[in-house]
């Protein structure tokens, strides 16, 4: 077989077989493919797309991989959960402990933030002592003592998926949807939990811009669990806004911490997408038999506190300081906190939230470069959401702020960020659309 004839066929539009789409991801690792040679391939890809036998054959090649996690011995349906990435996404700090306090077993590996969107990792590292880099051994034990966990993912795992995601980032390859497909459900798939609810974003802070766009993606995604034998469920969401009202780890987790800990209401937009995510992965775990009494199930778990309390063990499990759950205040002392006030009344128009991830990165909340050193503390935290009524001078954000060089340069991505218009904008979907198992071929 040659890499280039296999290139050739792609780049004709033809379907590349499953023994050419394993011989260009083993060669990569093995080094008889180049770099070069893969790139040229995925660039094609992008052109030409691909099939859905040929998105599963490439999911499967890059799962096999590397290393897989056997979570067969922990009792119970292990689900799992992902998002495309977004700005104030703290769902996973919120669902995942609630779905554990109802009985799910959540078993999750996560990755960190890059650009303007966030990361979970980062934003459980925010409390002093927890440490993400746990063996496999001790995540499950955790998961098996407490019912959830979220670590970093393994290194051994989907190496075929960093080297691959590195030449796309430096290659104008990340765009393609079979290519994001494989990706996220190759390391997820690897990860070895027995379903996942997928958050697939749409709008101006995630990946997929387009609500078409993120139809696709999420049913390609449906479709790759459903073959591999893992139930699989998409929710298509809104990130034409920021979720939450904090961007930044700190900030996040104490959000995340308010709303465990039921001081949120439930028709704010995260509670609304986390209990969505929730219910969803409640009904593929078995636990819940529909969405009426999945969301019983978890309102109880907010009132009680139980939910809070898998957070506290979560963290407690992981090495951290849990006087920072028990005061969150503890998670945001910065030296300074800047508000940036309306330029004229109106209401909250159109709100760019990759400009205001962006922002918060500026502030230190996120990394330009993978090798960037986060502070916790930092971020911006919203006064105003979506559609909100708003004075000439009434802060619409807070900054939260260590080192003040890039102030200035910050509050005016927010002025431009946020549109204020003299009248009330139409209200905006949250959710779009579920896509499960039945929708896809
Ligand atoms: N997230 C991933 O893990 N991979 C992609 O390709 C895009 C988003
Ligand atoms: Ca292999």
Redesign the pocket.
Known sequence: MRTVDIIENKVKGLENTREEIEFLVNGLLSGEVEDYQMSAWMMAIRFKGMTDRETADLTAAMTGSGDTVDLGDIPGFKVDKHS??GVGDTTTLIVAPLVAACGGVVAKMS?RGLAHSGGTLDKLESVPGVNIEQSIDTFKAIVKRIGVCVIGQSSDLDPA?KRM?AL?DVTGT?QSIP??AS??MS?KIASGADGIVLDVKTGNGA?METLDDARILAKTMVAIGKHSGKRTVALITDMNRPLGMAIGNGLELKEAIEALSGIIPLDDPLMQVSLALAENMLIISGIAQNELTARDMLVQALKSGDGLNKLRQMIESLGGYTDYIDDPELLIKTETTVCVPALKSGYIGAIDSKSLGLGAMLLGAGREVASDVIDPSVGILMHKRYGDRVNKGEPIAELFINDRSNESRVISLIEQAVVILDKKPENIPLIYDIINEDNVI
């Open positions: 495309t990435g990755g998926d995601y796309r990340v290519l994001i990706s996220i390391k990946f």
